[in-house]
C-alpha cells in the first residue's frame, strides 16, 4: 500500500486498483470542527479533481476533490452521523469512500510523503 | 429567557372573541377541523407585550450598535426612506392595476418614479437600460448570467465556461451552474488580484463570461481591470460586473466604462434600502447596447404625450424574472436616497466609506498582519494569524467584540485569507464609534499577548456566554415540546 497528496490536501491510500480517500490533518486543522459531509453518490464515477464531497465545518463549506478518477465502491456511511470522526482520525477512521481506480498513470501528478510535506512547508 | 409556551398559564387572556351575532353554520367538511389539540400559548396581553419587547432588545441591529460586517455594507438607513415608502398612497397600492388598461392611469405617478430610477441607475452604471426586476443581488446575478447565455446562443458561440476570481461572492459561481456553464476558478496575486497570467491561460474561445467584483472581497481595487476587460472582448466573452461594492467607487466611476457589459447593483447594500433581516432586497441589472434586446420585459417606457406604458416586444427577451416591477417599495427608497443625496453626495459616500475603512486598517497594521499592503476601497481585510501563535483565533476575537458592544466584523473570509477578519465600516459611521472600534480591537491584541485566556472565554458577563456552534449545528432543536411531548 502506499499513501498519495493532493495540493488540495486530500490523500490516497492506493491498494491494487481500489484507493481509499480523505483529506489530511492539515486540512481539518484549517477547517476547524465539522459539522457536516455531503457523502458521493455510491457507484458514481468521478474525474480526477472533479468535486467528490462536500464537507461544513463551523468556519466555512469547502468541497473535495476526487485524487483520482474512478468509481465509488464503498462509502463510509458512519460519517452521516458522526462527522467529529473526521477532525479526530481524519486519515484513518474519517476516510471518506474508496473508489475502484480507471486510470493508475493519474497517480503521477499526486505528491508522496515528503513531497506533500515540503508543499505544507511553502503554506506557512 | 422563558419561551410564550413556558409562560402560558390557562387563568390569563389576551384575546376575547366578540359573540357570535350571525347564524351558526356547519364546515363544509369536517377534514378541516384540526382533531388533535392545538398547542398554542395562552398569557395575557400585557404578560404578551413584556415578552415581545424583552425579546427585541435582545436584538443587535445597526440601530443599536456599530456592525462592521465585511462584504454586508450595514449601513444606517435614513428613517426618511421608511416614511416616504410608507405613504399610503405608495402602500394602498396594487400592482393588479397594471393589468387594464384603464387601471393604467392610477399608476402613472409611481411609473414615472420607477422610470426615473431606471434611468438614474443607468446613469449611475455607465449602461444603456436597467431592469428593475430582480428581487435579490443574487437574483441580479441569475438574471445577467441568463442573459449572457441567451446573447451567446443567439450568436451560435460555443461557449461552456465563466471564469470567477477566488475572492468572489459564493453566489457568483452558484449562478454560474444555474444558467448551466461550469465555473473556473482564477487564484489570487501577490498583489491581492486576480493573477493576470493565469487568467489568460485560462481565457480560450470556450468561455462565456468573466464575473469580477471591483473592489474585490478583499476590499482591493484591481488596476488591471481594464486590460481584463479588453481581453475578454477580445474572444466576444461577456464582462459581468458584481455590484456588491459598488459602495466603493460610487459617482467615481461608472462600471461600463470600465469595459464591464453587465452590472447587477444591490439596492439594499449600496442605496440603503434596509437588508440582513430587514426586508426584501432589490437587484437592478444595466447591460450595454449589444444586450438590451436580453433584458428581461416589461420593463417602463415614456411615450411623447409623458404617458409611462410597460415595453415588451424584443423577441430575444428572456423573459419575466420577477411579478410585476420588483420589489417597489425597496426600489422607492433606494430612489428617496439618490435624490436626497445627489451627484455630489453619493461621491461623498464612496469616498467616506474608503476614508472609514484606511482609517481602520492604519490604525489596526501594527496590531493585526494585513495580508495584503496597499490601500484598501471601501473595507479592509486583516488577520488574526499573529495572535493565532498564542492560540487566539478570528473566532475568539469576534466573540470578544460581542462582549463589548460591537457587532463581529466577517470572519474566516474571503477563504483565501488564514483567520481573516472583513471590516466594512461604512460611511455612516462617525470617527468617534471608529476611535472607539479601534480602541478595542488594539485592546483584544494585547489580551491575546497578555490573557489568552480572557478571549477564549468571551463573551462574559453577557446576556449569553459562548455557544457550542457544533452542538448547534449538528443537534438542532428547533421545536417546543411540552412535558407531554406535543
Redesign the interface.
Known sequence: MSIYYTKNHEWAKVEDNIAMVGITEYAVS?LG?V??INLPESEKSYKQDETLAEI?S???A?DIYSPLSGKVTELNSKLDNS??TINNSPETKGWIAKIEIINSDEINKLMNKEQYQQHLQTLK | MKLIFEKSTFDREGFKLPKLDVPECKLPTDNLLESKKVNLPQVGELELVRHYTNLSKLNYCLDSHFYPLGSCTMKYNPKILETIAGFESFSNLTPNLSLSKKGFKYIQGSLALLFQLQNLLTEITGTSKVTLQPLAGAQGELTGMLMIKAYHQKKNNQKKYVIVPDTSHGTNPASVAMAGYESISIPTGPEGQMDLKIFKEKLTDEVAAVIMTCPNTLGIFNTQIKQICDLAHQKDVLTYYDGANLNAILGKIKPAELGFDIVHLNLHKTFSAPHGGGGPGAGPVGVVDKLVPFLPEPYIVKDKNDQFSLYQQSPDSIGKVAPFFGNFQVLLKALTYILILGKEGLEKVSEIAVLNANYIMESLKDYYQLPFRRRCMHECVISAQKQKEKGISA?NIAKYLIQEGIHPPT???P?IV?EAMMIEPTETESKKTLDQFIQIMKKAAKLAKESPQTLKQAPANFIFSRFD??KA??NQNLKYKNNNNE
Open positions: 484549517q470542527d459539522v457536516f461544513e463551523v468556519k466555512a469547502s462527522p467529529e | 473566532l470572519i474566516y473570509f477563504l488564514k456552534e457544533v449545528a449538528r
